[in-house]
């Protein structure tokens, strides 16, 4: 049985569709790459998945469970932790406090169990040199590191990535990738949205391409980019 199973998911907005019956499956320790250009549809797929916006069409299953009519904190609390394209702390708070609030609010978890748990993300995320500054200080490779820490603090099963290596460095997007690496080696599931295509590719066990809001091809992530049709739309390519 798959961790998430999406079954014909549509949203349209007016006449405009924006994910037109897509089906896809992740199994418990994968790594799934989207990739598309801007429009697909991507991060409307991630607010299916994660409750942010209701489907029109589809079911959405977790654990075999249909959760297509759950809220975005019921959906986290089952386990479904995410990241957002813009990071969005609580700019006044510090980054422990950040954590903290995750782990209690979104991951449901007592006083002390939360102020256990922000200690070891902020470890594990290299932010406990952080801890005590407001998040709003950060500089945006730390505040790509408390966006991902966030999601870590609710104890996902299943972690949602969105363009998380969007804007860093060469050497930022290095580091970033050897950290979920180490998310991965721990067996957390993830979907991973990514414009930074070799980070993606160094972490990929499968890869999905979409555009205009419909599956254009899934596999292999090398085959997938030998693709000529992915090579074409994706990067503007002919083969």
Known sequence: MPLLALQAVSKSYGALKVTDAISLSVTDGETLGILG???AG???LF???????????GRVEYHGRD????????????????????????GNMSVFENLVTAAGFGGGQREHEAWDTAHQVLGQTGLMPHANKPAGSLTLLNRKRLELARALATRPKLLLLDEIAGGLTEHEARELVDELARIKAQGVTMIWIEHVVHALLAIADRLLVINF???LAEGDPRAVMDDPQVRRVYMGMEA
């Open 67 to 90: 959760i297509t009519s759950l809220k975005p904190h019921q959906r986290c609390r089952a386990g479904i932790g995410r990241s957002y394209q813009v990071p969005q702390p609580f």
């Open 37 to 39: 250009p801007n429009g």
């Open 213 to 215: 809001g419909q599956q």
């Open 47 to 57: 607010n299916l998945i994660s409750g942010d916006v209701r489907c029109d069409a």
């Open 42 to 44: 991507k991060t409307t």
